[in-house]
RNA sequence: GUCCCCAUCGUCUAGGGGCCUAGGACAUCACCCUUUCACGGUGAAGACACGGGUUCGAAUCCCGUUGGGGACGCCA
């Protein structure tokens, strides 16, 4: 058999990162069987649906690396389905007409709380006459739910789990305005699409038994289901778009790596032993459901650096200064990025994410005169540099040889017969070259820059 | 209110009756490396929510309590 999965996000906003997750383990799931993983918006809230959400959520799952099989399905589109199968189930004497006003449902809401009973529609029009019908109503169509025994669904992640008929009403399948409801319109569309296995959130649980009920109706085989417990926030509570979750560009714009996304997402409720840093290839060969956690995690910025540092050390050098000069503005500088590409192995592992490695690169290609932090200008006013470095740079331009290597010898020897420590050499050519207190090795940026560059920037030091 | 789910270091987790004086990772702290900051290395501190069972033996099984989360829409 074949295994199909599918995400499928209602385009109501950007794809948060909960979104991102249970993507990735459908996309996993799928690839480890070598099976097909689906795309489909459910866009069936006409109201609340919009282009742009479905466009984020297009991007941020290309972005993510996460590409789906075949064309993405829309479920409004196949709203006439729904309303057919519904008609079906109407006809078998397994779904019925209901007149029940808003108002009516309220009540019976409150009045079921106020008795200490579960808050649902007591079923009022389940065996009435259809004759009762109040005039110039709409209908809307309910589903003749089973009101003894229980409803089970064996899950991949929480195991059996079972909940009494008597707990659950009759649904909406059909609206008073000929449109289907959520419940309905999954069951049909997964059950069309030949969905195997349904990877979702633990929020979707409960409703597991409602749709249970809708494939048994049907007389049509359920796939099977796992519901991964959902991404907290750094206060407990659940993730969700109005409580502190980021859309993907929003992680994007950060400067994380999708690459380190995936593995931190990963990790987020789902292990493999020790194992912590794992490429997407070994995670399709590993994914399985077994290593799904069955409890809620929090979202760790933290553990999310330290991958994303993690994963920029791997990264080309030459990509990485592609990325960097785009963010500084000069993607066109081939000169820049040049430059930046020489410069990379001594800039990426200063930094965790491409945000702060394109600050740290900045002065690499700061067209002078350089701007200078606090701390520099301190280093470069201290009596004793203002003593030493006039002759360490009239040392350094009369120097032939631009290696790092060799100008750290000339540094050395410099400092030597000044009686001073290296660094009290290093620090203000540091200062005067970066700007900056905090870089790479100083001689390694020397010849990078090099001497003519170099020289430049020493002669403009703001000195005394 | 009703139902469902969950519960190991601050965080993510390993663990599925004896291998646990509970392992790893991130974060924290110390030391080493060192021209700064990182990276890297070494080490430290740090958890089985509580109470009952079951068992020769429980982090692991059962029940309860507490705590957290989720669902109860003509939203998805």
């Excluded at 689906?38 to 590409?67: C, F, N, P, Q, Y």
């Excluded at 926030?233 to 980021?246: E, Q």
């Excluded at 005067?432 to 003519?452: R, Y």
Aim: with cysteine; net charge negative; charged share 25%.
């Amino acid at each position: 058999m074949t295994v199909v999965t599918r995400f499928a996000p209602s385009p109501t906003g950007f794809l948060h990162i909960g979104g991102a997750r249970t993507a990735l383990f459908n996309w996993l799931y799928a690839r480890h069987h070598k099976g097909i993983f689906h795309l489909r918006i459910e866009d069936t809230d006409r109201v609340r649906s919009t282009e742009a959400a479905i466009e984020a959520i297009i991007d941020g799952l290309k972005w993510l690396g996460l590409g789906w099989d075949g064309e993405i399905t829309y479920q409004f589109a196949r709203a006439p389905r729904h309303a057919e199968v519904v008609l079906q189930m109407l006809e078998a004497g397994k779904a019925y007409r209901c007149y029940c006003s808003p108002e009516e449902l309220d009540e019976m809401r409150k009045a079921a709380q106020a008795a200490g009973k579960p808050m649902k529609y007591d079923g009022r029009w389940r065996d009435r006459d259809p004759k009762d019908a109040p005039a110039g109503v709409k209908p809307v169509i309910r589903l003749k739910a089973p009101q003894v025994g229980e409803t089970i669904v064996v899950d991949g992640v929480q195991g059996e789990v079972r909940v009494a008929n008597e707990q659950l009403d009759d649904m909406v399948l059909l609206r008073s305005d000929g449109t289907p409801t959520y419940m309905l319109s999954v069951v049909v569309d997964d059950h069309d699409m030949g969905i195997t296995h349904v990877i979702r959130g633990d929020d979707h649980l409960t409703n597991t038994f409602r749709q249970r009920q809708i494939y048994d109706s049907m007389g049509w085989e359920a796939p099977h289901f796992s519901h991964i417990p959902l991404i907290h926030g750094p206060d407990g509570a659940k993730l969700s778009k109005r409580h502190g979750a980021l859309g993907v560009e929003a992680y994007r714009d950060m400067g994380y790596l999708p690459v380190a996304l995936r593995n931190y997402l990963l990790r987020l409720g789902w292990g493999h032993g020790d194992d912590e840093i794992i490429s997407t290839e070994q995670a399709i060969e590993w994914f399985e459901l077994s290593g799904i956690g069955r409890s809620p995690s929090r979202f760790d910025f933290a553990k999310l650096d330290n991958l994303n540092g993690h994963y920029m050390r791997q990264s080309d050098d030459a990509e990485l200064a592609k990325a960097v000069a785009d963010r500084l503005g000069k993607a066109s500088d081939a000169g820049g990025i040049a430059l930046l590409t020489r410069a990379m192995p001594g800039l990426k592992s200063r930094a965790k994410n491409l945000k702060e490695l394109a600050e740290n690169s900045a002065f690499y290609v700061q067209a002078r005169p350089l701007p200078f932090t606090d701390k520099a200008k301190a280093i470069l006013t201290t009596p004793e540099t203002v003593g030493l470095m006039p002759k360490l740079i009239d040392t350094y331009a009369r120097a032939d040889n631009w290696q790092a290597a060799s100008l750290e010898e000339t540094a050395r020897a410099f400092a030597e017969s000044a009686g001073v420590k290296l660094g009290a050499a290093a620090q203000p050519l540091r200062a005067a070259l970066t700007g900056s207190t905090q870089s790479p090795p100083i001689f390694e940026v020397m010849e990078i820059l090099g001497k003519d560059e170099a020289m430049a920037r020493l002669k403009d030091a703001p000195l005394g």
